[in-house]
């Protein structure tokens, strides 16, 4: 992967607030939307979510998870050249109260600061995404396999 490609992607990654959560519901794929916070070297991505929402219901069953967060649309003619990653990864429970969970739950108000009073809501927690790989598309034929590794690598950027 190029210089600027790699760049790109760590930009992407920091700038963009949502994503697009895939995980399975009775054997098919669901997708939704949610907000997230990703740490400074991309080895973990953190959801804030409702226990009560069916993406959740899933990850209970089934921890294995997508992510797809993309370039802001510029309203170009192509939108297909929007740069975008689809991360592959695992999801885990994050407790109020286990140990790492203050620093995460400053992480996400500092992105999120609206998000204070969904911490009164009993229903809801985070999620640790832990990126597994994935595919980069940094532009028209300028396609990558990612792994974590890649992740970490390009936080540097």
Not at 35 to 55: E, M, P, T, W
Not at 83 to 103: D, F, K
Not at 120 to 139: Q, S
């Amino acid at each position: 992967m190029d210089a600027q490609s790699e760049k790109l992607l760590a930009h992407i990654i920091r700038t963009s607030r949502v994503a697009s959560l895939a995980t399975l519901r009775d054997e098919a794929p669901q997708v939704s939307m949610v907000a997230y916070a990703a740490v400074a070297d991309f080895s973990a991505f953190y959801i804030h979510v409702s226990r009560l929402a069916q993406h959740t219901v899933d990850m209970q069953r089934d921890k294995h998870v997508s992510l797809l967060i993309t370039e802001a649309d510029d309203g170009r003619l192509d939108p297909q050249t929007l740069a975008r990653v689809s991360i592959r990864g695992s999801a885990e429970l994050v407790q109020n109260g286990e140990p790492g969970y203050t620093p995460i739950k400053g992480l996400y108000l500092a992105r999120f600061p609206e998000a204070e009073q969904l911490f009164k809501l009993g229903d809801f927690n985070f999620w640790r995404i832990r990126p597994k790989g994935g595919r980069y598309v940094a532009g028209f034929a300028k396609a990558y396999n990612i792994t974590a590794d890649t992740l970490k690598k390009v936080s540097a950027r």
